[in-house]
């Protein structure tokens, strides 16, 4: 089953799966979210699978990825978490531990009539590392943490992020349906600024898991957030917000 740290989201919109992008059977992920900040629908799935020996550090992969949302339009800034478009792509990844390094291309197409940047080739790369502490096994009162920090290159949009979340969380109720109570502190930079943003937030929420460990989680999250600096805040765009995020989501290993 995929780990814990992949149904925890990194949001600023939600980013691919932290625990499983290090996973040896590779997994298929998907979610659906809710920014009341925007007043956008996010919807995004992502199929990865490595090839070749799952004990080798070296292991080419695939990846089918694709995202819609509900505010993308003619002259949209692109952001990364809301784009219309599906990609298809191959790699080479390097893991060890909960480090992972990649490099994966392929090509893109727009899902609609409409997406954020122009389809075509499509090349992404960088590092990504997991660490995660606490319980394996769900107990009522016991807590849990994770950390997850990247920086990736994505052509699509000519931009490096560079992304850093921790999570603290606390489990009420025990076994496959226990409740998570979490914070979680997030630092976002990005080369192009427009398009992740450069700032800080922190999420309090809520984690359900109504149908066990093996089906859909829901969850619930306030957010408060500030612009590192004045000149990184788009246009129309307050300093500082608040943002409340429902979210489903649903991973499985392949």
Not at 67 to 85: A, E, M, Q
Not at 174 to 181: K, P, Q, R, Y
Request: glycine share 12%; charged share 15%.
């Amino acid at each position: 089953m995929i780990k814990r740290a992949a149904a925890a989201m990194a949001l600023v919109g939600v980013v691919a799966p932290t625990a499983a992008r290090c996973d040896q059977a590779g997994y298929l992920y998907t979610y659906g979210l809710n920014e009341s900040r925007f007043g956008d629908f996010v919807v995004s799935a992502d199929a990865y699978k490595p090839l070749g020996s799952p004990n080798a550090k070296i292991r080419p992969f695939v990846d089918v990825l694709a995202n819609w949302d509900t505010k993308t339009s003619g002259g949209d800034l692109p952001r990364i978490y809301g784009d219309n478009y599906a990609a298809l792509e191959g790699g080479l990844q390097y893991t060890t531990g909960g480090l992972r390094l990649f490099l994966q291309g392929g090509a893109s197409a727009k899902l609609g009539s409409v997406a954020a940047v122009h389809s075509g080739g499509d090349l992404r790369g960088g590092a990504q590392l997991y660490r995660e502490w606490g319980p394996a096994v769900h107990r009522d009162g016991s807590s849990y943490g994770n950390f997850y920090g990247s920086g990736v290159y994505y052509s699509r949009y000519q931009d490096t992020i560079f992304y850093n979340q921790l999570e603290f969380g606390r489990y009420a109720g025990s076994g496959a349906h226990a409740t998570e109570l979490y914070l979680r502190p997030v630092l976002t930079l990005d080369t192009q600024r427009y398009y992740y943003d450069n700032l800080v937030e922190l999420t309090a929420g809520m984690r359900f898991h109504p149908f066990g460990a093996h089906g859909p989680t829901f969850a619930v999250e306030e957010a408060y957030g500030t612009y590192l600096a004045p000149s990184t805040v788009p246009a129309g765009q307050s300093k500082t917000w608040f943002d409340f995020r429902p979210t489903i989501s649903y991973g499985v290993n392949v």
